[in-house]
């Protein structure tokens, strides 16, 4: 065996333990399902909706913070510009006109989507301050549903939500709708572990004392909502998942919005995870420290080396194929697989790569069944036909971006 597909089996075996270890998890302690017992206690809420250049989706935004089925003595929405150049400020303005009462209106000078936050928690005045990206849409009873897991437990400080894409359509929307409905599993299974990474901009939800204990948000390398769940981690405050608490949200519609998003996460969790160095391996952070940080950063080294080892050996084969031809003039002979009902190929590598594609399957299934969603055949088919092809891509660049110390871009 040479040393390259020595390489491919470490990585494929390491994916493969961890999704087992993510099977046993959800065996151990499957998720419960949603019920229609409503909370004891309504504590104040502040919903914090930065905005930059989003004038097309603000307002459906606003329309579905006014429509969450929670005390309106209870809930109020701040609206932050962060310098917009459209007309985000206008139509924010139409909704305090409106609903006086319940939307606050504030505009600041460009400065990145940490400094909206920050002003709108200084700004606000809830209890418990909700963030929800202008681009996202909240289910009527997701407010209600996150703050019933707060009462489940009173050292519960953040809580993420179930994500899902709103609409999706084209291709390249349809593989995300796949990513984030196996994302729902994964998150869920972090959460069993006490381990989740990331407190996505749409609609998580934290107590203010949090802030109050650990300060606002930071710059963080454009990733601010993950920098802000390492830093819960290292001072011992608790995070969870509330996967009956669903927000829909718009997602890269080209090729080229997809990379620079994906580019800028994977960017920034190198970036932090270069800052929070010491949590690694460290047992005072728990599986957080000694296990999820790291197998993600294995998990995007392995996702490099195996697709530079594919390019190498298609570049191979098809370099041996050019020059049979040109050196004997005998035209390119090239594999065709045949169906033989009586042979099954029982290598190892084939073993490993079914084992590891089923258990990715499941998960995506699980994932689904706890978000309710519908996912088509032909999602399934452009997920696991495009999504290896693209996932390499935005790995490398933010790969480089990190060994250079660049910033990634927001847009």
């Given amino acids: 065996m040479d040393i390259g597909a020595l390489g491919l089996y470490v990585c494929l075996f390491v994916a493969l333990y961890f999704e087992v270890f993510l099977m046993i998890s959800f065996l151990e302690k499957r998720p419960e399902k949603k019920t229609k017992i409503l909370p004891r206690h309504y504590p104040t809420v ?38 917009s150049r459209d007309n985000t400020a206008t139509i924010a303005q139409e909704y305090v006109a409106k609903h006086p009462e319940r939307i606050s209106f504030f505009q600041k000078p460009n400065g990145g989507k940490y400094t909206a936050l920050n002003l709108g928690i200084e700004k606000s005045h809830g209890e418990i301050l909700g963030c929800l990206d202008a681009d996202s849409f909240v289910v009527a009873d997701a407010l209600i549903e996150a703050v019933k897991k707060f009462e489940t437990d009173a050292s519960i400080m953040a809580i993420t939500p179930a994500m899902k894409v709103y609409r999706p359509r084209t291709i390249l929307e349809l593989i995300q709708q796949v990513e984030y409905t196996f994302g729902i599993f994964y998150k869920k299974m972090f959460d069993n572990l006490s381990a989740i990474n990331v407190l996505p901009g749409p609609f998580s939800i934290y107590k203010r004392a949090v802030f109050e204990k650990i300060g606002n948000f930071r710059h963080a390398h454009n990733t601010e909502d993950m920098e802000i769940a390492f830093r819960m981690h290292a001072n011992g405050l608790r995070i969870v998942n509330a996967h009956t608490a669903e927000v829909y949200t718009t997602v890269p519609k080209t090729i080229r919005a997809l990379l620079r998003q994906r580019t800028r996460w994977s960017q920034g969790f190198l970036q932090n995870a270069r800052d929070y160095a010491y949590m690694f391996f460290n047992r005072r952070y728990g599986n957080f420290g ?11 080294c392995a996702g490099i080396y195996t697709a530079l080892y594919a390019a190498y050996r298609v570049c191979s084969f ?50 689904s069944r706890l978000s309710e969603a519908r996912l088509t055949f032909k999602s399934f088919v452009v997920y696991f036909a495009f999504f290896g092809l693209l996932a390499p891509l935005w790995l490398m660049r933010a790969t480089w971006g990190a060994l250079l110390a660049q910033e990634s871009r927001w847009r």
């Fill in 318 to 367: 098809a370099t041996a194929r050019a020059l049979e031809f040109f050196a004997a003039g005998v035209p390119p002979h090239f594999p065709v697989a045949h169906l033989d009902w009586f042979y099954v190929n029982t290598t190892m590598m084939t073993f490993v790569v079914g084992s590891v594609l089923s258990l990715t399957l499941v998960a995506i299934l699980l994932g």
């Fill in 46 to 83: 502040s919903m914090l909706v930065p905005c930059f250049n989003e004038g097309k989706t603000l307002a459906g935004t606003l329309d579905s913070l006014l429509a969450l089925e929670y005390p309106k003595d209870k809930l109020d929405i701040v609206v932050i510009d962060d310098g």
């Fill in 290 to 300: 000694l296990l999820i940080l790291p197998f993600c950063l294995v998990s995007m």
